[in-house]
C-alpha cells in the first residue's frame, strides 16, 4: 500500500528532520543541494532508514553506465499517469543521496532511483524494489569502478533471489550476464553502440561471435535472449508487435534506447505504452544536458558525455560540420583522477569540425586530438573559447565536474 499509512518511529523521524535540516543549511551556505550531507546524516543517525522510506513505495532502480539519470526522468514522467513519484531526480545516486530523495516525497505512491552501478546490489537489498532498469556497462571512472566484468559478476550475486522484475539491455551481453541470475526478466533490444566491453564471453571468457546484431559465444553457447521489446527506428515494438511512436524533445538514439527500456518499465505498473511515450516528451533537458543557452550572443548546446561509451554516442548527435565543437575535460573525484580512457575514444568523428579544448586536463585531451590528425585549438577558459568559435550554434562536449563548472559559468 502506498501512502504514509505506516507510520516512521520517532528515531527515522528524528532522522529525516535532522538530514533535512543539514541539508537547508548546505544549501543556504551555498554548497549545492545539500542532498548527500543530508542523507548521510540521517543514515548515520538511522542505518535502516532507506529501507523505512522504501517500504510504503512501489520502487524501480535504474542502473547503467550511460543514461540512467535521463531513463530515471522518463519513467518518472510516464508513471505519473498512475500517480505520484519521489525521484532523485538530480542524479545524487549512493546510498545517501537516494535516502535523502526519499524522504521528500512521504506522500508518494512510486520512488524511481537512479543508483550508482557499485551500489546497485546494496539498495536493492533495502528497498525490495518492484522492478530494476539495467540499461548497459561499460568502462568508466578506471581509477574507482572494478573492470566491467567483476561489476557485471556484482550485479548477478546481488540480484539473486531478488522478486523485482528485471528490465534489461539484451543487446549488452554483459547486462545480460548479469540480469540471468533472475527469475523474472523482460528483455528490451534497445542496441549497443560502444561494443569494446564486450568481445569476450562474460560466462566462461571465449570470443564473442556478433553477426548484425546478434551475438553469441561460439564456446559455451551464452547468446542474446529473444527481446519482447524492441527499439525500431522511430517506434518501439511492444510484446504483442504494436508499434508506438516516440517522440522526445531530447536528441539522438541513444534516448530513443532509454525510451524503449522506460516504457518496458511503465508497462509493468500498469502504464500503457501510448501514455507513457506521450509523457515522456514533456523531458526537455535532464540536469541541463541538452539545455541551449545564450552565453555571450551565442547559442550553446550543453552535452555531458563522461566515458567512451557516452561521448561515441554523443558525436552521433551533434550539428554536423562545420559546427564549432568545444570539448572540456577534468580529472576531479567525481569524474575518475584516470584520463587513460581518452584513447579509447574515436576523435576522427569530429573531421571537420572546429575544435577547442578547455579543462583542467585540456592538455591531455590535446595530445590525443594530435594522434587523432584533428585541428584543435587550447584555451585558457570557456569565454576565450566561445570568442574564438566560428559562426553556428557551438557544441559543447563536456564530463562531469567539467560539464557542472560549465553551467555555473553560463548560469544554467
Not at 156 to 168: D, F, M, N, T, Y
Not at 286 to 295: E, L
Amino acid at each position: 500500500m502506498a501512502g504514509n499509512s505506516d507510520p516512521l518511529s520517532p528515531r527515522a523521524k528524528l532522522a529525516v528532520t535532522a538530514g533535512k535540516a543539514v541539508a537547508a543549511a548546505s544549501r543556504a551556505a551555498g554548497r549545492g543541494s545539500g542532498s548527500v550531507i543530508g542523507g548521510r546524516v540521517a543514515l548515520k543517525l538511522d542505518p535502516d532508514l532507506l529501507g523505512r522510506l522504501a517500504q510504503n513505495l512501489d520502487v524501480v532502480l535504474v542502473s547503467a553506465t550511460n543514461g540512467k539519470t535521463t531513463t530515471t526522468r522518463l519513467i518518472a514522467e510516464a508513471l505519473r499517469a498512475a500517480g505520484p513519484v519521489v525521484s532523485n531526480a538530480l542524479g545524487a545516486n549512493m546510498p545517501a543521496g537516494i535516502t535523502s530523495a526519499l524522504a521528500g516525497g512521504s506522500d508518494s505512491k512510486f520512488g524511481v532511483i537512479e543508483v550508482d552501478e557499485k551500489y546497485l546490489a546494496g539498495v536493492a537489498r533495502d528497498t525490495a524494489p518492484k522492478c530494476i532498469a539495467l540499461l548497459n556497462l561499460s568502462r568508466d571512472q578506471l581509477d574507482r569502478a572494478a573492470e566491467t566484468r567483476m561489476l557485471a559478476e556484482n550485479w548477478r550475486e546481488g540480484l539473486a533471489g531478488s522478486k523485482a522484475v528485471v528490465v534489461a539491455n539484451c543487446d549488452d551481453p554483459l547486462v545480460v550476464w548479469a540480469a540471468s541470475s533472475s527469475s523474472n526478466v523482460i528483455w528490451v533490444a534497445a542496441g549497443q553502440m560502444w561494443k569494446d566491453d564486450a568481445w569476450s564471453c562474460p560466462s566462461c571468457g571465449g570470443v564473442m561471435q556478433r553477426p548484425g546484431d546478434d551475438w553469441f559465444c561460439g564456446e559455451c553457447g551464452f547468446r542474446r535472449p529473444t527481446p519482447s521489446w524492441a527499439l525500431s527506428g522511430d517506434h518501439v515494438l511492444d510484446p504483442h508487435g504494436s508499434a508506438w511512436p516516440i517522440h522526445l524533445q531530447l536528441p539522438g538514439r541513444a534516448n530513443k534506447a532509454n525510451a524503449a527500456s522506460s516504457a518496458a518499465v511503465a508497462a509493468v505498473f500498469g502504464v500503457p505504452p501510448q501514455v507513457a511515450l506521450e509523457r515522456m516528451y514533456q523531458v526537455q533537458a535532464v540536469a541541463g544536458r541538452y539545455d541551449v543557452v545564450q552565453f555571450q550572443n551565442r547559442d550553446l548546446r550543453l552535452l555531458l558525455a563522461k566515458n567512451p561509451a557516452g561521448w561515441l554516442e554523443t558525436f552521433s548527435l551533434i550539428d554536423p560540420p562545420p559546427a564549432p565543437v568545444i570539448l572540456s575535460v577534468n580529472a576531479r573525484g567525481a569524474d575518475g583522477t584516470d584520463t587513460s580512457w581518452l584513447w579509447d575514444v574515436d576523435y576522427t568523428r569530429l573531421t571537420g569540425h572546429p575544435i577547442f579544448v578547455v579543462g583542467d586536463r585540456k592538455l591531455d585531451l590535446a595530445v590525443r586530438l594530435e594522434v587523432a590528425n584533428q585541428h584543435f585549438q587550447v584555451c585558457d577558459n570557456l569565454d576565450q573559447a566561445v570568442q574564438m568559435c566560428p559562426p553556428g550554434r557551438i557544441e559543447v562536449i563536456a564530463n562531469y565536474t567539467a560539464f557542472q563548472d560549465l553551467r555555473r559559468r553560463v548560469g544554467n
